[in-house]
């Protein structure tokens, strides 16, 4: 194997990160690790450049495509015109080496997100969720649509290792219609995905 290739594969950054994280945690508790993780995936979005569509068509070929930078981290697929499909989570293999070297996913990941729900708005399994919703919702602020502004809503996620959070029951009919799938739809694509979410203007 080539030095290049080594490097190209070697899991220490991917490891390193959560540890980062978790030692940040370790300083400053679920609440210091939140803001944190919020204020990174904002920081994220704002160095994008803003984006504007002349149609509702423009914009999701963009987004199918990875030409839009709301699914530039993401593989994704959309079943109808406003669901947005993430195939595989963009954490996956970092969530693979943590565990496969390490083992479990320290419990400050899942009490970080146990916060985030609690104070932000429900959705986390963990702290990688925070990060990718967030980065959605701030990437949305900066992406037009005929005009409008763009919105983003998070209706399910599927974890690494299959824990499944779907959207509160009082927000879930509204959010399925929006998105133009039913609550069978939502459970098949579950099976083989990791988040479902929406994409709209008002």
């Not at 993430?86 to 954490?91: N, R």
């Not at 998070?154 to 299959?162: F, Y």
């Not at 009082?170 to 988040?195: C, D, H, V, Y």
């Amino acid at each position: 194997m080539r030095k290049k290739d080594l490097v190209k594969d070697n899991p220490l950054v991917d490891v390193a990160a959560y540890l980062f994280l978790e030692d940040i945690a370790d300083k400053q508790g679920a609440a210091g690790m939140n803001t944190y993780l919020m204020s990174l995936a904002a920081a994220l979005a704002r160095s994008m450049p803003e984006e504007e569509y002349e149609s509702w068509e423009d914009f999701v070929d963009a987004l199918k495509n990875g030409d839009s930078a709301l699914s530039t981290f993401e593989e994704v697929e959309m079943p109808t015109k406003h669901c947005v499909v993430t195939v595989e989570s963009p954490f996956l293999r970092g969530w693979q080496e943590y565990t496969k070297r390490i083992g479990n996913f320290a419990s400050i990941h899942y009490e970080v997100a146990e916060y985030y729900n609690s104070t932000v708005k429900p959705g986390a399994i963990d702290s990688q969720d925070i990060i990718i919703q967030t980065y959605r919702a701030e990437m949305a602020k900066r992406i037009k649509v005929e005009g409008k502004q763009l919105r983003v809503a998070h209706i399910a996620t599927v974890a690494p290792d299959g824990t499944k959070k779907i959207a509160p029951d009082e927000w879930l009919p509204i959010l399925l219609e929006k998105a133009g799938i039913s609550q069978t739809m939502l459970n098949m694509i579950m099976r083989n995905n990791a988040s479902v979410w929406i994409v709209y203007t008002e």
